[in-house]
């Protein structure tokens, strides 16, 4: 029998289908018949980077991300990073194997290797939607919508298990795809009547990533400036003149969002991360802009709300507002960090981001870790379009960057990985993946000897810094033990030359640099400064 006409082979056909051109996974005894199936999956080390490599694919491309994982123990290594996933509203399809159905008893568990109780009820309180099926007629029928819920707004990671022989068997026929339904546009007059004559500031969130051209003709229209959320950035393009490209942490785009009569949300985001837990300054006036209703109520109630296709929403709301002259000031972005630049306290952070900014391409993608270092690129790197840095600020998942990055480069993008020595000790393993699969992958490790961050939180609090000092390997020999090339910089204003030189050599490499960097203001434990 062709093994790519089995199951697991119609599982990745399907996957591929929907824009997973690389599906990213880890073999197990249960779940071999995908790496018999035609093109198999790229091997990592552990169950919780495929997952996040994945999802860095997902965000660079903002096609379906997929993973297979085995059964058991490896399902559950990929919690943490399904609920990433989750938290960043990433169209991610997990599938798991379980025990064999031929073993499988109804109402116990009999101890069969790699067997619980439940498999699937570890994902539900994360997943958009979960698949159990069990035969391969069952498969037939489900694996489509799988994808198609993923990579429908408000999109999400979805679960799909499939038992060990059942993989193996031969696939049954792909029913054939329902015609998709038109979607109307909603709300429209009600939110150009809010609009009209206002002062408007512009919030571009993630969703919006893939409609750049039309917030930027909307705000055009409408004169008003765009702050991005993290998932946002470069909606549009930080050299746009409406683009503010700074956070909405610091005091000066703060100010603006406050000074506006109307903020007009585009593409969510409005949450806890991206404003200080609501306490964000903000106007009188709030619309928002959505592709589907979330699942959730918003914490902050809008005055009007436009549900439907992005392109077609903005364009409608453009055609009902009249036009309006630019009435926020120009060069903040440069006044803002100019001030960092000159600042003791931040001065070393921002010798990092103007290296970043000198080793990077258009076509580079920043993969930020949740580290002190991470939050200053993510933040303030500039953006010369979307998708283009991948950050996991939405559930706060550490260890996410190496992983995550993995998936940025298979889908062909030069990649900066900004990672702290804390949060790459839990990676670890996927330094082999770079150096077996060859991808143009730039590690950035600012190595402050521990969980810098944690160790700001304690000092800040007043308490003992404890838990938070750790033994770190000489990191540029342990890349050499990799196989992977690794170069030591003595500090940040030393980092410009060597990091673009690793940059453009377009293989796998490693840069040591230490640095104890005050956190940007995008920290919780600044918010209200």
């Known amino acids: 029998m062709d093994e790519r006409a089995t199951v697991a082979g119609q599982v990745l056909d399907v996957a591929r289908g929907h824009g997973a051109g690389t599906v990213f996974g ?41 993973a297979v994982v085995t059964t058991g123990p490896g399902a559950a290594n990929a919690v943490a990073a399904f609920g990433e996933a989750a938290a960043a509203r990433s169209p991610v399809l997990l599938v798991a194997s379980e025990i064999p159905q031929t073993l499988r008893r109804a109402g116990r568990v009999r101890g069969v290797l790699h067997e619980s109780r439940d498999q699937a009820a570890l994902f539900a309180p994360l997943a958009k939607a979960v698949f159990t099926p069990r035969t391969p007629a069952e498969v037939a029928a489900v694996a489509g919508r799988a994808a198609e819920t993923a990579l429908a707004h408000p999109r999400g990671p979805v679960y799909l298990d499939v038992p060990a022989d059942v993989l193996g068997q031969p696939a049954a026929p ?5 015609a998709p339904s038109d979607v ?50 470069g909606v549009p393009p930080t050299a746009h003149p409406a683009a503010v490209g700074l956070p ?49 109520p918003p914490e902050w109630a809008p005055d009007a709300t436009v549900t439907g296709p992005l392109d077609a929403a903005l364009a409608g709301l453009a055609a009902r507002v009249p036009a309006a002259p630019a009435w926020a000031p120009t060069g903040m972005r440069a006044t803002v960090l100019d001030r960092l630049r000159r600042d003791p306290a931040t001065a070393d952070a921002l010798h990092l981001l103007d290296a970043v900014e000198h080793a990077r391409t258009a076509d580079t993608v920043l993969v930020c870790d949740m580290a002190v270092a991470g939050y200053w690129v993510g933040g303030y790197a500039s953006a010369p379009g979307p998708r283009r840095l991948a950050y996991p600020v939405g559930w706060g998942t550490l260890g996410f960057g190496l992983p995550a990055a993995l998936g940025a480069a298979a889908a062909g993008h030069p ?56 033994v770190t390997p000489d990191l540029p020999a342990l890349a050499a033990a990799f196989g992977l090339a690794a170069t030591a910089v003595g500090s940040t204003a030393e980092l410009r030359a060597p990091l673009a030189a690793a940059v453009a050599s377009g293989a796998p490499h490693l840069v040591r640099v230490p640095a104890a960097l005050t956190p940007p203001r995008t920290t919780s434990p600044r918010w209200a400064e």
């Open 174 to 178: 792909t029913p054939s795809p329902s």
């Open 26 to 66: 880890l073999p197990g005894v249960h779940n071999l018949a995908f790496w018999n199936a035609g093109a198999a999956p790229l091997v990592v080390r552990h169950e919780q980077a495929a997952v996040y490599a994945a999802d860095g694919w997902a965000r660079t491309t903002g096609r379906l991300g997929a």
């Open 184 to 233: 109307p546009v909603t709300g429209l007059d009600d939110a150009a009547a809010v609009l009209s004559g206002a002062r408007v500031v512009l919030w571009a969130g993630g969703d919006a990533a893939d409609h750049a051209d039309a917030v930027a003709a909307l705000a055009t229209r409408l004169g008003a400036p765009v702050v991005a959320s993290f998932r946002g950035r």
């Open 248 to 296: 909405p942490h610091e005091p000066e785009p703060a100010a603006l969002i406050a000074a506006a009569d109307v903020l007009l949300a585009v593409g969510g985001d409005l949450d806890g991360m991206n404003t200080r837990n609501w306490t964000m300054p903000r106007p009188a006036g709030l619309v928002v802009v959505e592709a589907a209703p979330p699942p959730d």
């Open 415 to 470: 990649v900066i990985a900004v990672c702290g020595d804390g949060g790459l000790m839990m990676a670890l393993g996927e330094l082999a993946t770079l150096v077996q699969e060859r991808l143009p992958v730039t590690v950035l490790v600012v190595d402050d000897g521990g969980y810098g961050m944690l160790r700001y939180d304690q000092r800040r609090a007043g308490h003992p810094e404890r838990g938070v000092d750790l």
